[in-house]
């Protein structure tokens, strides 16, 4: 590549920013406009450089969805230092300038000045560049993702126009004619939980072929485990709302999303008994309209510290619900914390501190490998933790339920390969790392016989693989028994797993 033309971006780039900020540097306006703009682009630029994450539209909806506890965990040394230098001083000084306004047409004059000078140095690098930038451009188009601070600008302008300045679509209902095809046929109900896990990528799961016994405690139970599987988005604000709506990753569309109902709302239609405990940062719209409930973060003295949970207090409330659950079939879900980052080392107890050395810190970046690491696999094994307790609460109800689990992850996580930690990346740029999440399910002996699940077909179909978030909201219908004009065979995971009657 041209060396002179590489040698042009950054001017170009100098010379487009300046024209564009041009237009804000008015008196009353330049430093309100310019402190702002330089307090969000410190801490843009620490998250771009130190964990690669990149402000498009998802992440600023994600951003802003997060709650104080989990935003503190953000805050350490590195990303207070760098906010001093490059955000507070910045901005003193900007408050602190004298500008000296000339009258208003000698300003406007001098303002066109300059603005037509930045046009042509725009227009010299065009005329003998023009070719070379849109190439670039087209090959390369991820890199306007860092540019800072007029990415993450455009991505704020986005998010708040279609949130807040569009009229709102009118709600939709859908699947008002779901019916529960067993429940007067069965034994006995059916009984399942739902746990929809946190930041777990499948590579760091022992059934995933991962080197680490990071499955210690459901291996007694013979899970099955869906391979390749994929998320709907790279953060929960995208992805949960997404894998309990009924389209398809490829069409998903937030806003209506929100104006519609998703699968909690047809099986409430279909009349499965629901119930939503939440250990996370909310069910993002999904629970609005059934039974649900956030946990505080003063529940338990022994396992919250009023900032957040241990998952294990998700356990002491699926005891209460299943001793106040009606005899009916019931769907409940249990949404963990997990492994959310970047205080992986805060998600498990010290019993469950199993992999040592391991990072007891939130600048994940300042951790060795190693370190890194063995904090991650505590979270994944301390969520093993969990799943296997669910499921032994599952086995002591038998006599009164059919039972069943299921786990899906909301998406993945870097942890340092190619420079990038967390999650949040556009899907189109996303790593694996990010996107491949696990899936597994667990059935009683009962349940397989009532509802004609043949478990070693699952076990099968579960090994060939090539799942995502979009068989979510069928596969849900589809276990419960519910029928709908919804409901969707083809992606139902046990649809061709189940038995003639």
């Not at 410190?42 to 690669?52: E, I, R």
């Amino acid at each position: 590549m041209d060396p002179l033309f590489i040698a042009t971006i950054p001017i170009f780039l100098i010379f487009s920013l300046s024209f564009i900020f041009s237009l804000f540097s008015v008196k009353y306006l330049l430093k309100p406009f310019f402190i702002g703009v330089t307090l969000l682009s410190s801490c843009v630029f620490f998250a771009a450089l130190q964990y690669g994450v990149v402000f498009d539209y998802g992440m600023i909806e994600n951003t802003l969805q997060t709650n104080s506890a989990e935003a503190f965990t953000y805050i350490n040394f590195s990303s207070v230092v760098n906010f001093l230098l490059t955000g507070l001083l910045p901005s003193y000084l900007i408050l602190k300038l004298n500008i000296r306004y000339k009258p208003v047409l000698v300003e406007l004059l001098y303002k066109f000045a300059f603005m037509l000078l930045m046009l042509i140095g725009i227009g010299v690098i065009g005329f003998f560049y023009y070719q070379n930038y849109v190439s670039f451009g087209r090959n390369n188009d991820e890199l306007k993702r860092f540019i800072i601070p007029t990415y993450v600008l455009g991505s704020i302008a986005k998010y708040t126009n279609m949130n807040y300045l569009q009229t709102p679509l009118e709600y939709k209902q859908i699947g008002l004619d779901a019916v529960n095809e067993t429940q007067d046929t069965n034994k006995k109900p059916n009984l399942v939980v739902m746990v929809l896990g946190e930041t777990a990528r499948s590579m760091n799961y022992e059934y995933y072929g991962y080197d680490k016994s990071t499955n210690t405690y459901t291996k007694p139970y013979g899970l099955t485990a869906f391979m390749n599987t994929t998320s709907c988005g790279t953060a929960t604000a995208v992805s949960v709302p997404c894998m309990f709506s009924n389209m398809s990753r490829k069409d998903y569309d937030a806003r209506e999303a929100k104006a519609q109902d998703g699968v909690m709302d047809v099986l409430q239609h279909g009349g499965i008994q629901l119930l939503w405990l939440d250990n996370d940062s909310g069910c993002k719209g999904v629970c609005d309209r059934v039974p649900h409930l956030i946990v505080k973060l003063d529940n338990d003295s022994k396992l919250c510290n009023g900032q957040y949970c241990f998952d294990q207090v998700l356990l002491n409330e699926l005891d209460k619900a299943l001793a106040e659950l009606k005899h009916k079939d019931s769907l409940l879900v249990l949404h963990i914390i997990g492994s959310h980052g970047p205080t992986y080392y805060l998600r498990y107890p010290e019993e469950h501190r199993q992999f040592s050395s391991d990072c007891q810190r939130s600048d994940i970046q300042n951790c060795s490998d190693e370190e890194l690491m063995n904090t991650y696999d505590n979270t994944i094994l301390y969520t093993d933790y969990i799943v296997a307790q669910v499921i032994e609460k599952l086995m002591s109800e038998q006599e009164r339920y059919d039972t069943g689990m299921i786990y899906v992850s909301d998406h993945g996580e870097s942890l340092g390969e190619k420079g990038m930690y967390l999650h949040g990346a556009p899907y189109a740029i996303a790593p694996d790392e990010q996107i491949h999440i696990p899936m597994l399910t667990w059935f009683s002996d009962d349940f397989a016989a009532e509802n004609n699940l043949d478990l070693t077909c699952l076990k099968a179909k579960a090994r060939v693989g090539g799942f995502s978030h979009d068989n979510i909201f069928d596969s849900l219908l589809g276990i419960m028994n519910i029928k709908s004009v919804v409901y969707d065979k083809r992606l139902d995971i046990f649809s061709s797993c189940r038995l003639p009657k």
